[in-house]
């Protein structure tokens, strides 16, 4: 792990720009645990709308030692909850830079998306020479390139969070356990440990909760989802030529608005317990979502593991189709 003194915070991103500050962060976090200050570091500055940057991972081996303590439960929660959208936004792709060569979400590893992380601050100083630079983009502008020295450390970051995800899976189901009784707590965690074993489609679908899209696995038609009561209504984008009731525009939203599923192509044949579970994970998953006093987390998950015959191409296909890339174990 990246020691808190070691000079290289000063070229790691952050969300309001390079994170020489963020080791302070930590350090005041472990001596006094302040929930808005918490909350502005993990959520505002390590993980923006869901991009992540290289200081995330940096500081993600310190959150989680900082929630390890028994008697750290506030902590534990904020932590654990922050820690499983690491774990699900930390290997998706997003549209403007592209994770290559094993990289994660938001962490460079070459000096040329090293580079792209200053683009920000280099596209303000350059509008115009009446206006007054920021200090702080000055400073990053004046950032000398990494060494290969530090490339290489650039790399080490990625090996430590990628060798942290059993541990980040292991606090979720602790603190899963120290928040049956919460409304929306079991499913962020649930999502975390699908993340951290390589579901993300899986994790993605938790994390969307009660309603939300995916595609179809065969034709890659986009299928919005509902939550109604103890079953999930499906609507295909474009179902022409279909009944009536099915070529209303923003008929899902129709159907939400007034509660009850009028306007849905079909629902899901939920995944049931007769059936053979080939994976570990998922007799995991259940067996957890079933302690969770909120009900609809194991709805949730048995939807999403089930099946629908897509009305686009006729097939029939699982909500959460098998992940086509999974981080490394
Ligand atoms: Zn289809």
Known sequence: MLQLSDPLWCKLNTAYGFGKDIPLGLVALAEHWDEVAARDLMHGELIHQETCYGATYAAAPYLLKLAEPDCNVVQRMDIAVFLSHLALCAFRVSGRDTPANGSLNGLALTL?????????????????????K???????????????????????????????????GSLCERTFHEHLEDEYIPRYLLSGIA????????ARLLDSGEDGSFACAACGTSIDYILFGDFMALYFENSEGGPAHTQEPDRALRDWEEGEAKRADCLVKA???LEDQAEPLVDRLISLARQAENPSVELLLRN??????CAECDETCKVCAPDKSSPEP
């Open 112 to 132: 040329e998306s090293w580079e792209k992380t200053r683009d920000p601050y280099r596209s303000k100083s350059g509008q115009g020479t009446t206006m007054q």
């Open 134 to 168: 920021p200090a702080g983009h000055c400073e990053i502008m004046d950032l000398e390139l990494p060494s290969d020295d530090e490339l290489r450390k650039f790399e080490d970051i990625r090996d430590s969070f990628l060798a942290l995800l059993p541990d980040i």
């Open 195 to 202: 993340a951290t074993e390589g579901r993300g489609e899986l």
């Open 271 to 273: 995944l049931d317990d």
């Open 304 to 309: 999403f593991l089930g099946e629908f015959r």
